[in-house]
């Protein structure tokens, strides 16, 4: 009996390859690094989870955050959105933006002369009316589906007879602008409302360049547009607006500020390279490359490998625990904009009574469940207090009160006020002899809010209510809209725009999902939204919140986790979590 | 043939039609579209933003429409556009080609090492190796790719590519390696039974020389790389690296690129044929000893045909059979990508359209991957029979 001498190769080469794996764990030649200092230049790499998609983050079908991490470095904006979620004028175009009158509200914006996008077109007037032009949502044209009024489509809503010119995913704030005007060679544009907006500080970032969409809709100039009826140039300018910007384009994804897209590949990676028409201080790093990691799970084994130097995967205390034992990576874990509450729906017989409600704040646990569930990942997390503010703004306070710190008796006496008597099976029992029982609805699966229930029914227990789970796929997509739940676990994101929270809690709000009806909130809220000084607005939002803290209409829980983990080379690596993490990457820079 | 072939097509059409309609129905209820999900979760979403985002995926209008238009539009090559607004038709074509990159050249080492581990441990059953290649066949195949991803870049990489940077080898790991590779040697000249007793000294020179060759060789590969590769020079931190498909903006020439690509390529295409390989090599063992114990073997041993001549042109030729209707059906879920691996690998083929679509839950991606997935099932079903009655005259097509 023969063998072939293939096979015998075949089959040493394979032996081999598992001895050079096996060895190569002895390999003990671990380079340190010895400088640190950082000078210009270089190439980091940052892993995305998401790719980009749109040069227009404005869009509705486009509107990506993924989008955003890239268009950071690339769109010129008045203000910049910091990590504790104030705004900042951007200096590096803007000359000054202020309010000059305050009725009507006027906002008078200077750029710099210098400011220009990356083509050598001048930054000015032009785009701010854009900006206006296309998010006011006041230009519309039929819909080719709309057949007959009242005719409904598939999920019961009415065909709508026209369609946005301009496909913009919000238009809030511009919406109330009145006019747009430009003087002094387009650098000076002037803003007037309609109606206050004292969240004017939020628009006019990301400007998007007018020329672009002017060429290439074959309109000569924009500013001549009507911004009330519907002119064929303004359905040229919407169709390029909505369509155009997809993807990218040399011609077209231009730069107004540190960086310019160098090179895009779909699946891959997206590559920035420095913007030499840059007018104000240029970025540090030469690159800055999105390389997709789509499995966050590989990204800190690409981190440690060298494959990129920035990951910001949601944390897990397994993943924390990962990167702790990596050497040459330096890691931060912050609370982030994106915080968990219950929800109480009102229109339910027991939630409808306040003191149930205060009872079921009482008797829940917030500090065991943020110990239980966040503390894990972050040992300096704490309870939330406030539904309008995250601790990291200066506004924030502690409007708690008694519901800072469990009371069991406290709850069971508010129940027993409220007319429920013990049941033999532990559960209160109403007046009508119905047990205390109650849904906790949340969004299946997600073994966090699991937990979080299950933590809640525990705690409550002990009280005398129940509560069971209520896991549904569509709950935060289906049921939440149509109020069809008892409590719910779900989360909303803080964001700089205090007006945005109008819509949540004043009566009759889009999303007031559980029926708040405090008629007191509506003066204050149209007080707050009123109100341009920061300092009474901050404590006319607080007033609110305290408010609604006696009411108990929401109980907010803690705050998502976020995470940033860099090598040891990059430095100016911090967090934001309005803006993401690359909001400050011009000033990233990789030691040589 | 032609007739045959004409009439499996014409039957795979009411067979597409059939999973285009489940694949739809199934598709409209997974949910509605991830998109629409995060706008209503934001504070202050204007009903605007849904209607529009209900129009971009056409889940404005009742299902029965909705799968017309889709069918009318896809026959006609519109393929319409994903979650992000993208053309999905050329976004496709992009990513089968990343697909195909990855797997054929994975497939191809799996078969043909699978092939040869399977033969060998056929002939040489029951001995050392054939031991160590079974156990290692069910080790691979039982081990979830994820994990088995995990050591490969653990090892594969993080680990080795410090050493990678400046290569070294101690005598003494030279020494093991020398050692591992005389005992392998010597293990696959053992005898086949036990009681052939005799055991040429040229067999046990042979094993080691074998063993000295494959250490000189792996030796002068490494020299030949090393010795001023500007590839190297370019890329000196991490030669192998753990996700991508190509460096970002990496420019070269021909030789440069090309070891890009093999790099970027290495660790994915060793965790695909580690698994890939198992399946095959119980296969092919298996049918080899079926064939190996027939009569027809026998008789042409019987007739004084030497071993070897057996083993290839007899033997080895008919235990293909079995193994070339499996391949023919891997390969046509082929085009459906490697979904774990593509993920973790961070390469964007079939695998990732596939699971980026389904998170998303976007109905047109969806019904497309399963559209071209099915047509190219259907199309390798066929080409396994006809190959199948190429290689076996006792099978008739008609």
């Excluded at chain 1, 920061?534 to 803690?558: C, G, H, K």
């Excluded at chain 2, 088995?148 to 101690?170: H, V």
Aim: hydrophobic share 45%; aromatic share 10%; net charge negative.
């Amino acid at each position: 009996m023969r063998t072939t001498k293939r096979s015998k190769f075949a089959a040493l080469v394979v032996g081999f390859a598992l001895v050079a794996g096996a060895c190569s764990d002895d390999s003990d030649s671990t380079t340190t690094t010895a400088a640190t200092e950082t000078t210009g230049g270089g190439t980091a790499t940052y892993a995305a989870e998401q790719e980009y998609v749109s040069y227009n983050n404005g869009t509705a079908d486009q509107n990506l955050f993924s989008s955003t991490l890239v268009l950071n470095m690339l769109l010129p904006g008045s203000f910049i959105v910091k990590p504790d979620l104030s705004f900042e004028l951007w200096d590096e175009m803007m000359v000054s933006a202020a309010i000059t009158v305050d009725d009507p509200q006027t906002v008078e914006y200077v750029v710099k002369p210098e400011a220009v996008w990356s083509d050598g077109d001048p930054i000015d007037c032009d785009d701010y009316y854009m900006s206006w032009l296309a998010n006011s949502g006041k230009l519309e044209k039929p819909n080719p589906d709309f057949t007959a009024p009242g005719q409904l489509d598939a999920d019961g809503n009415e065909i709508p007879e026209t369609l946005p010119v301009f496909n913009t995913a919000s238009t809030t704030g511009y919406d109330s602008i009145e006019s747009v005007t430009c003087s002094d060679d387009g650098k000076t544009i002037t803003t007037v409302y309609a109606t206050p907006y004292p969240d004017w500080q939020g628009l006019f970032s990301g400007l998007l360049p007018a020329h672009i969409v002017e060429n290439n809709a074959g309109v000569a100039d924009i500013v001549a547009v009507d911004t009330e009826a519907t002119s064929d140039d303004a359905e040229a300018l919407g169709e390029f607006w909505s369509t155009g910007f997809i993807g990218f384009d040399p011609e077209i994804t231009i730069s107004g500020a540190q960086y310019n897209i160098d090179s895009f590949t779909p699946g891959q990676d997206l590559i920035l390279k420095r913007n030499d028409a840059f007018y104000g201080t240029p970025g540090t790093l030469d690159q800055i490359v999105f390389l997709q990691v789509p499995d966050a799970t590989q990204q800190p084994a690409a981190l440690e490998n060298g494959d990129v130097q920035v990951i910001t995967p949601q944390p897990n205390a397994d993943l924390v625990a990962q990167v702790e034992g990596m050497d040459g990576v330096s890691f931060d874990i912050s609370a982030g904009t994106t915080w968990e509450h219950y929800d109480f729906n009102q229109a339910n017989k027991h939630l409808a009574k306040l003191e149930v409600r205060k009872a079921l704040a009482l008797c829940i646990d917030r500090q065991e469940i943020v110990d239980t569930l966040v503390v894990p990942i972050n040992p300096d997390a704490q309870v939330l207090n406030n539904r309008m503010y995250v601790p990291e703004s200066p506004d924030y306070s502690d409007n708690s009160g008694d519901f800072a710190t469990r009371d069991v008796d406290g709850a069971k006496a508010l129940l027993e006020s409220a007319g429920y008597t013990m049941g033999d099976d532990g559960v209160y029992v109403d007046a009508d002899g119905e047990r205390l029982s109650l849904r906790l609805g949340r969004r299946d699966p997600n073994p966090r809010r699991q937990s979080t229930n299950e933590l809640f029914a525990e705690q409550c227990k002990e009280a005398g209510i129940e509560l069971t789970d209520d896991p549904a796929e569509d709950m935060n997509a289906v049921r939440l809209p149509a109020s069809d739940y008892d409590i719910i676990l779900f989360a909303w994101v803080a964001t700089p725009l205090q007006s945005s929270n109008t819509s949540i809690y004043a009566p009759g709000g889009d999303q007031n999902y559980n029926g708040i009806d405090i008629p007191e909130l509506t003066g204050l809220f149209a007080q707050a939204n009123a109100e341009f000084d920061p300092a009474t607005r901050a404590d006319l939002m607080n007033q609110i919140d305290t408010v609604l803290w006696d009411n108990m209409a929401t109980l907010p829980l803690f705050q998502f986790q976020n995470m940033v983990a860099y090598s040891d080379t990059m430095s100016n690596v911090v967090f934001n979590d309005p803006a993401g993490v690359t909001w400050n990457a011009n000033e990233w820079a990789v030691a040589v | 043939m032609i007739r045959f072939a004409i009439r499996r097509l014409l039957v795979a059409l009411p067979l597409l039609f059939a999973s285009s309609i489940l694949t739809f129905i199934l598709v409209t209820n997974i949910g509605v579209p991830k998109a629409i999900e995060d706008a209503m979760a934001k504070p202050n979403v204007q009903q605007a933003q849904i209607d529009s985002l209900n129009r971009q995926f056409g889940t404005d209008k009742p299902p029965v429409e909705r799968y017309v238009t889709w069918v009318t539009d896809f026959v006609k090559g519109d393929w319409g556009t994903n979650q992000n607004s993208v053309e999905i038709r050329p976004l496709m074509w992009e990513r089968i080609q990343v697909t195909l990159r990855l797997l054929i050249a994975a497939s191809i080492f799996s078969v043909v090492l699978g092939a040869l581990v399977g033969i060998i441990g056929a002939i040489r059953q029951y001995t050392a190796f054939d031991y160590t290649m079974t156990f290692l066949a069910f080790l691979f195949f039982s081990i979830p790719t994820a994990v088995l991803a995990g050591f490969l870049k653990e090892f594969g990489a993080i680990k080795l590519n410090p050493w990678l940077r400046d290569p070294s080898m101690s005598i003494p790991v030279l020494l093991v390696l020398l050692a591992f590779g005389t005992l392998c040697g010597f293990l696959l000249t053992r005898n086949r039974y036990r009681y052939e007793r005799e055991r040429p000294l040229s067999k046990v020179l042979l094993g080691a020389a074998a063993g000295l060759g494959v250490a000189v060789a792996v030796a002068a590969v490494f020299a030949l790389v090393w010795g001023g590769n500007t590839y190297r020079v370019r890329n000196p931190k991490n030669l192998i690296p753990t996700v991508g498909q190509t460096t970002p903006g990496f420019e070269g020439d021909f030789s440069e690129r090309m070891q890009d690509y093999f790099w970027h390529m290495l660790l994915p295409t060793v965790s695909l044929v580690l698994v890939g390989f198992a399946g095959y090599s119980r296969y092919m063992r298996a049918s080899m000893l079926d064939v190996l114990s027939s009569d027809y073997v026998r008789t042409a041993r019987a007739k004084g045909i030497s071993e070897g001549r057996v083993t290839v042109r007899h033997a080895v030729r008919n235990a293909l059979i079995p193994l070339v209707t499996v391949v023919a059906l891997d390969f046509g879920v082929l085009l459906s990508g490697a979904i774990i691996t593509e993920t973790i690998y961070g390469w964007a083929g079939m695998g990732r359209f596939f699971s980026e679509a389904l998170t998303a839950k976007d109905p047109r991606s969806l019904l497309a991957f399963v559209m071209v997935t099915a047509i190219s099932v259907v199309l390798f079903n066929l080409i396994a029979d006809i190959v199948y009655a190429q290689l076996d005259p006792r099978i008739r097509l008609g």
